[in-house]
């Protein structure tokens, strides 16, 4: 399975931001996604995540501010990031859970 992650960028605190990743392969509705994040020197963390249901999960650090969502007619998640921080800087990794399958990642860069 290949999944194309785009849409990071640079922007300054406060900014907003939206992330893509359109995965490949089949039954795309039935599969777990979700959205990992590593900074300089720090190890991968979750994000989010969104069920095949549509039930979603947050780090409590981006609650309130980022979020999940997915259109399956285009097997396609996406992260939506607002009141972005400097703090948020990092590269943007997309996974699928069922496949075990990581994106190739996406800079995000918030400036103060």
């Known amino acids: 399975v290949q999944l194309q992650a785009f849409g990071g960028g640079s922007v300054q605190a406060g900014g907003s931001l939206r992330l893509s990743c359109a995965a490949s392969?089949?039954?795309?509705?039935?599969?777990?996604m979700g959205w990992y994040r590593q900074a300089p020197g720090k190890q991968r963390d979750l994000v989010a995540s969104?069920?095949?249901?549509?039930?979603?999960n947050y780090a409590n650090s981006v609650k309130g501010r980022f979020t999940i969502s997915r259109d399956n007619a285009k097997n396609t998640v996406y992260l939506q990031m607002n009141s972005l921080k400097p703090e948020d800087t990092a590269v943007y990794y997309c996974r699928d859970f069922y496949y075990d399958g990581w994106g190739q990642g996406t800079l995000v860069t918030v400036s103060s």
């Open positions: 969104i069920s095949s249901g549509g039930g979603t």
């Open positions: 392969g089949s039954r795309f509705s039935i599969r777990n």
